[in-house]
Antibody, heavy 120, light 110 residues
Framework: QLQLQESGSGLVKPSQTLSLTCAVS??????????WSWIRQPPGKGLEWIGY???????YYNPSLKSRVTTSVDRSQNQFSLKLSSVTAADTAVYYC????????????WGRGTLVTVSS | QSVLTQPPSASGTPGQRVTISCSGS????????VYWYQQFPGMAPKLLIY???QRPSGVPDRFSGSKSGTSASLATSGLRSEDEADYYC???????????FGGGTQLIVL
């Protein structure tokens, strides 16, 4: 059974960079045909897709966040990462990592999510 | 405001059939498959319906999805108290080049 687990700083100061990692277990991140996404959910609000990365390193980001987002994959550690720069309070959210089938909205495995609060 | 429009809430009594709608446009629902997610408070979303009307293994057949034109629907028949959760539709938007989610519908079992 595939499992995903987010980790990273739960508190980030405004203007700094949010960094999260998603560890994948029970399967290989290098499996063909799958994308690895980041999705966030502000408290009490709906879901927002941030972007995805393939094991090859190919990426695709939400245009509204593209200028601030960087993702990377570490095949040796079977994990992928998210960096979001110049954060503000609006970036406070639960951040989920998820496996996708190709580049669509088919997310079949999700991490439990991690709350990131942006505050001084 | 979400690109996909869902009612904020829906309700029904145990045993009833309840439908949740998801309205979009030609560039999203009209051109791509729709997915539905179920989310309980404090939990990660769970894939409920994929490719408009397919159920992943383990999802009860009480849940069904459909799509027509630029709208999609999720139906829950034989409503149970454990179905009380938030439900989100999702698809790809060709114009925005982004995955879009509906605003979510809170299903209340009376």
């Amino acid at each position: 059974q595939l499992q995903l687990q987010e980790s990273g700083s739960g508190l980030v100061k405004p203007s700094q960079t949010l960094s999260l990692t998603c560890a994948v277990s029970g399967g290989s991140i290098s499996s063909g045909g799958y994308s690895w996404s980041w999705i966030r959910q502000p408290p009490g609000k709906g879901l927002e897709w941030i972007g995805y990365i393939y094991h090859t390193g190919s990426t695709y980001y939400n245009p509204s966040l593209k200028s601030r987002v960087t993702t990377s994959v570490d095949r040796s550690q079977n994990q992928f990462s998210l960096k979001l720069s110049s954060v503000t309070a609006a970036d406070t959210a639960v951040y989920y990592c998820a496996r996708g089938e190709g580049g669509n909205s088919h997310f079949d495995y999700w991490g439990r999510g991690t709350l990131v609060t942006v505050s001084s | 405001q979400s690109v996909l429009t869902q009612p904020p809430s829906a309700s029904g009594t145990p045993g009833q059939r309840v439908t949740i709608s998801c309205s979009g446009s030609r560039s999203n629902i009209g051109s791509n498959d729709v997915y539905w997610y179920q989310q309980f408070p404090g939990m990660a979303p769970k894939l409920l319906i994929y490719r408009n009307n397919q159920r992943p293994s383990g999802v009860p057949d009480r849940f069904s999805g459909s799509k027509s034109g630029t709208s999609a629907s999720l139906a829950t028949s034989g409503l149970r108290s454990e179905d009380e959760a938030d439900y989100y539709c999702a698809t790809w938007d060709d114009s925005l080049s982004v995955v879009v989610f509906g605003g979510g519908t809170q299903l209340i079992v009376l």
